[in-house]
T-cell receptor, first 110, second 112 residues
Framework: GEDVEQSLFLSVREGDSSVINCTYT??????LYWYKQEPGAGLQLLTY?????DMKQDQRLTVLLNKKDKHLSLRIADTQTGDSAIYFC??????????FGQGTELSVKP | DTEVTQTPKHLVMGMTNKKSLKCEQH?????MYWYKQKAKKPPELMFV???????INESVPSRFSPECPNSSLLNLHLHALQPEDSALYLC???????????FGPGTRLTVL
C-alpha cells in the first residue's frame, strides 16, 4: 500500500545545514512535495520535484530524489530560527490524493 | 497569487450548534479540498470537489456536510459535533484534481 515515512524530530544549530529525509512506497507518483507548517498556521508549499528529476535547488533549499531507493530529502542551508517548523513530505497517488508523512519537527537552536 | 482564504480563523461551538466554515480562492482552480488536522499530525483528507462536484468523500460522518456553491467557494457545514471533532480544518485548492495543492491558513475549531 501507499506509505510515506519520516523521522519525527531534528535539532540543529543556527547556521548549520538541516537535512530532512523521507521514504515513500508508490513508485508511480508523479510529484513529490515538501510542505512547511509553522505553529498555528496552514501548510505552506515549500517546493516540489517531478519524479523524473534527481535534484532541484531553490535558494537555500535543495531537494534530492533517489527513485531506486524511493528516498527524498530536503536540505536547508544556513538554517535560521525562522525555519523552526514541522516539515511534511507528501506524494501524489495519481487519484487526486496526497499521501503525507508524519512530519518532521525541526528545532533550530541559536 | 497562490492564496486560499478561510473564515473564521477560530470557532468555538457547542455540541448542539450549527455553524459553517468558509473557504475561497481566486486562482481559477477547479478542485477544492477539506482536510482535518490534529496537533502535530499530518492532515487527513475529508472531501474533494472537482469541477463543483463531490468526487471524494473519505467516509466522513454526516455531521460534516460540504457544499461547493461555485468554483471559487467551498463551505463545510457543521451540526451536532463531538468534542473529538476539535481540530484545525484546512482547505486547499488545485488547478485540477491531480495538481499541486495550495493550502489556506485553516480554521481552529473547538467543540465544547
Amino acid at each position: 500500500g501507499e506509505d510515506v515515512e519520516q523521522s519525527l524530530f531534528l535539532s540543529v544549530r543556527e547556521g548549520d545545514s538541516s537535512v530532512i529525509n523521507c521514504t515513500y512506497t508508490d513508485s508511480s507518483s508523479t510529484y513529490l512535495y515538501w510542505y512547511k507548517q509553522e505553529p498555528g498556521a496552514g501548510l505552506q508549499l515549500l517546493t516540489y520535484i517531478f519524479s523524473n528529476m534527481d535534484m532541484k535547488q531553490d535558494q537555500r533549499l535543495t531537494v534530492l530524489l533517489n527513485k531506486k531507493d524511493k528516498h527524498l530529502s530536503l536540505r536547508i542551508a544556513d538554517t535560521q530560527t525562522g525555519d523552526s517548523a514541522i516539515y511534511f513530505c507528501a506524494e501524489d497517488n495519481q487519484g487526486g490524493k496526497l499521501i503525507f508523512g508524519q512530519g518532521t519537527e525541526l528545532s533550530v537552536k541559536p | 497569487d497562490t492564496e486560499v482564504t478561510q473564515t473564521p480563523k477560530h470557532l468555538v461551538m457547542g455540541m448542539t450548534n450549527k455553524k459553517s466554515l468558509k473557504c475561497e480562492q481566486h486562482m481559477g482552480h477547479r478542485a477544492m479540498y477539506w482536510y482535518k488536522q490534529k496537533a502535530k499530525k499530518p492532515p487527513e483528507l475529508m472531501f474533494v470537489y472537482s469541477y463543483e462536484k463531490l468526487s471524494i468523500n473519505e467516509s466522513v460522518p454526516s455531521r460534516f456536510s460540504p457544499e461547493c456553491p461555485n468554483s471559487s467557494l467551498l463551505n463545510l457545514h457543521l451540526h451536532a459535533l463531538q468534542p473529538e471533532d476539535s481540530a484545525l480544518y484546512l482547505c486547499a485548492s488545485s488547478q485540477s484534481g491531480t495538481d499541486t495543492q495550495y493550502f489556506g491558513p485553516g480554521t481552529r475549531l473547538t467543540v465544547l
